[in-house]
């Protein structure tokens, strides 16, 4: 599927996982509203300074990237702040209207995760209008080119990042006091030692004071994102990430599972607010603030790879079966299943070139996994994106216990998986000082960009994470994710399969611990750099 994208009119916050492009830190402020011509004010100070997806580079129609990538989003109140017309509020999504914390139920926040439980600033506007969370401003900076491939000096220029990140905040202070105050930064976000501060704080997890690609649990995180046709940055990315196609290949998918106002894999344009201006190019994005508990999750893994696979190498292979890669390098278990193809795996991966690492990563089917038994259905890799796994069926003259693809029913094998797919931003917050505790300052901000946040997010979040029956798994839930209950009475659990055709028994992982507590979190409309000028000259005119 060919497609044009205006690149200079998306903002590239959507186009760009930041910190694969060198930016390792970031800064994330929310604002309310207080006057909405003052806001208006702002929202016209700050729009020359936003990033947009065109190509960073030295070739036409390419431009040196920024130390300071900037980028902006709207809740639905915020755009109601902004005195948008009534009828363009209508046409956008009733979930997106509602906004994260009426949706609850359907995301699972239950228990420990509710909102009465998550950090001040998405808590506070349930008794305060004043709190209402109405704007996004994200800040990314960029990590200069260290002087030597030195530790030291690789440490030097990521303090370089931070360094640029405190002067990137002082700015936006400045602008906001220079518009008028028509918008107020709104403080609440948990931070080092129960100090609450005006912003979020995220980079990547740092080893002797080396960025890596890491979260919290130690996996090798960022690698199988969505890729879309028109981006030529991510034109060499394709195999993996795109869709799989009959004949084998991969091609990138449909713009419009993202982007407002392009055809999307139904060859339909996704449902959107009038004007047409208004949303094309713009996409909704799912702010979530997700703390992770070390403590439960080396506990569990330690307590569980000494029954499942008490032999040299069981423990990391089980945190594999967690999440569908092994921890180190984020090799796929469908490749490496085992220790001992691990470590071939392994060589191969040290002698080959970073785009060969990186086909070596993404470029897998489960076509020979359809069992389970070496990626298990509960993983999250599985859960998240199940390629064409899903379409199977048991043929007539098939061996017992086999699956085979159902022939004819789609043009392409992942058809269902591809009209679920998210793309994924965000990066890791806090430390981990002490991993026997729980408690804490850290865990991961993830955002998911969509162009149908039902059927895209909610639905892999509701019937993919937090229930298993489409993976033949019942009620199990995804292991990392999943909102696995405290009370034993209900307690979780997952099956790691074996070889059909082996001799061994399938392991019950029992008694899963929740690994993942929500801490905050909302729906935002991220509008296209056209659609900003609009709003912030108020002349949005559904007509």
């Given at each position: 599927?060919?497609?044009?994208?205006?690149?200079a009119?998306?903002?590239?916050?959507?186009?760009?996982a930041?910190?694969?492009?060198?930016?390792?830190?970031?800064r994330?402020?929310?604002?309310?509203?207080?006057?909405?011509?003052?806001?208006r004010?702002?929202?016209?100070?700050?729009?020359?300074?936003?990033?947009?997806?065109v190509?960073?580079?030295?070739?036409?129609?390419?431009?040196?990237?920024?130390?300071?990538?900037?980028?902006?989003?709207?809740?639905?109140?915020?755009?109601?702040?902004?005195?948008?017309?009534?009828?363009?509020l209508?046409?956008?999504s009733?979930?997106?209207a509602?906004?994260m914390?009426?949706r609850?139920?359907?995301l699972?926040?239950d228990?420990?995760?509710?909102?009465?439980?998550?950090?001040?600033v998405w808590?506070d506007?349930?008794?305060?209008?004043?709190?209402?969370?109405?704007?996004?401003?994200?800040?990314?900076?960029?990590?200069?080119?260290p002087?030597?491939?030195?530790?030291?000096?690789?440490?030097?220029?990521?303090r370089?990042?931070?360094?640029?990140?405190?002067?990137?905040?002082?700015?936006?202070?400045?602008?906001?006091a220079?518009?008028?105050?028509?918008v107020?930064?709104?403080?609440?976000?948990?931070g080092?030692?129960?100090?609450?501060?005006d912003?979020q704080?995220?980079?990547?997890?740092?080893e002797n004071?080396i960025?890596?690609?890491?979260e919290h649990?130690?996996?090798?995180?960022?690698?199988g994102?969505?890729?879309?046709?028109?981006?030529?940055y991510?034109?060499?990315?394709?195999?993996?990430?795109?869709?799989?196609?009959d004949?084998g290949?991969?091609?990138?998918?449909?713009?419009?599972?993202?982007?407002f106002?392009?055809l999307?894999?139904?060859?339909?344009?996704?449902?959107?607010?009038?004007?047409?201006?208004?949303?094309?190019?713009?996409?909704?994005?799912?702010?979530r603030?997700?703390?992770?508990?070390?403590?439960?999750?080396?506990?569990?893994?330690?307590?569980?790879a000494?029954?499942?696979?008490?032999?040299?190498?069981?423990k990391?292979?089980?945190?594999a079966?967690?999440?569908g890669?092994?921890?180190d390098?984020?090799a796929?278990?469908?490749?490496?299943?085992?220790?001992?193809?691990?470590?071939?795996f392994?060589?191969?991966?040290?002698?080959?070139?970073?785009?060969?690492?990186?086909?070596?990563?993404?470029?897998?089917?489960y076509?020979?996994?359809?069992?389970g038994a070496r990626?298990?259905?509960?993983?999250h890799?599985?859960?998240?994106?199940?390629?064409a796994?899903?379409?199977?069926?048991?043929?007539?003259?098939?061996?017992?216990?086999?699956?085979?693809?159902?022939?004819?029913?789609?043009?392409?094998?992942?058809?269902?998986?591809?009209?679920?797919?998210?793309?994924?931003?965000?990066?890791?917050?806090?430390?981990?000082?002490?991993?026997?505790?729980?408690?804490?300052?850290?865990?991961?901000?993830?955002?998911l960009?969509?162009?149908?946040?039902?059927?895209?997010?909610e639905?892999?979040?509701?019937q993919?994470?937090?229930?298993?029956?489409?993976?033949h798994?019942g009620?199990d839930k995804?292991?990392?994710?999943?909102?696995?209950?405290?009370?034993?009475?209900?307690?979780?659990?997952?099956v790691l399969?074996?070889?059909?055709?082996?001799?061994?028994?399938?392991?019950?992982?029992?008694?899963i611990?929740?690994?993942?507590?929500?801490?905050?979190?909302?729906y935002?409309?991220?509008?296209?750099?056209?659609?900003?000028?609009?709003i912030?000259?108020?002349?949005?005119?559904?007509?």
């Amino acid at each position: 599927m060919t497609a044009t994208l205006d690149l200079a009119d998306i903002q590239g916050h959507v186009l760009r996982a930041y910190a694969r492009f060198g930016y390792p830190t970031g800064r994330y402020v929310f604002l309310n509203v207080t006057d909405a011509a003052a806001a208006r004010r702002f929202l016209t100070d700050i729009l020359p300074h936003l990033t947009t997806a065109v190509c960073w580079g030295e070739g036409k129609n390419e431009m040196a990237p920024p130390d300071l990538a900037v980028n902006l989003a709207f809740t639905y109140q915020g755009l109601k702040a902004v005195e948008l017309p009534r009828a363009s509020l209508m046409g956008f999504s009733p979930e997106f209207a509602e906004g994260m914390k009426a949706r609850q139920d359907i995301l699972g926040d239950d228990g420990v995760s509710a909102p009465e439980h998550w950090d001040p600033v998405w808590r506070d506007h349930l008794t305060r209008r004043d709190k209402d969370v109405h704007i996004a401003v994200l800040l990314h900076a960029r990590m200069p080119a260290p002087a030597a491939n030195t530790p030291e000096a690789i440490a030097l220029a990521f303090r370089l990042s931070q360094q640029r990140l405190d002067q990137g905040l002082r700015w936006l202070r400045n602008l906001i006091a220079d518009s008028g105050d028509g918008v107020t930064i709104l403080g609440g976000h948990r931070g080092p030692d129960g100090e609450l501060l005006d912003y979020q704080d995220v980079q990547t997890v740092l080893e002797n004071g080396i960025p890596t690609a890491k979260e919290h649990f130690g996996y090798t995180d960022g690698i199988g994102d969505p890729v879309i046709a028109g981006v030529p940055y991510d034109a060499d990315r394709v195999a993996g990430r795109g869709k799989q196609m009959d004949n084998g290949q991969w091609e990138p998918l449909a713009p419009g599972e993202f982007i407002f106002g392009h055809l999307d894999e139904a060859q339909e344009y996704p449902p959107a607010p009038l004007p047409r201006l208004l949303a094309r190019n713009g996409t909704y994005m799912v702010y979530r603030k997700l703390h992770e508990n070390i403590a439960s999750f080396d506990a569990f893994l330690e307590r569980e790879a000494a029954k499942a696979y008490p032999f040299e190498g069981g423990k990391e292979l089980l945190a594999a079966k967690f999440v569908g890669r092994w921890r180190d390098n984020g090799a796929p278990l469908v490749t490496a299943p085992d220790p001992a193809s691990k470590k071939a795996f392994d060589q191969r991966f040290a002698a080959a070139s970073a785009q060969e690492q990186d086909k070596m990563l993404s470029d897998f089917t489960y076509d020979q996994d359809m069992s389970g038994a070496r990626c298990p259905f509960s993983g999250h890799i599985r859960r998240i994106n199940p390629r064409a796994s899903l379409e199977l069926g048991h043929q007539p003259g098939d061996p017992p216990g086999s699956f085979s693809r159902m022939n004819g029913a789609f043009d392409t094998p992942g058809a269902l998986a591809n009209r679920r797919r998210l793309m994924r931003r965000g990066l890791p917050y806090g430390e981990v000082r002490d991993r026997s505790r729980n408690d804490g300052n850290h865990g991961i901000i993830i955002m998911l960009l969509n162009a149908d946040i039902a059927r895209q997010f909610e639905f892999v979040q509701q019937q993919w994470v937090n229930y298993g029956n489409d993976f033949h798994a019942g009620n199990d839930k995804e292991i990392i994710l999943g909102n696995h209950s405290a009370d034993t009475r209900f307690a979780s659990k997952a099956v790691l399969q074996v070889e059909p055709t082996g001799d061994q028994v399938p392991y019950l992982l029992g008694g899963i611990p929740r690994l993942v507590e929500t801490r905050g979190g909302e729906y935002f409309f991220i509008p296209g750099m056209t659609a900003l000028r609009m709003i912030a000259r108020g002349i949005i005119d559904p007509t």
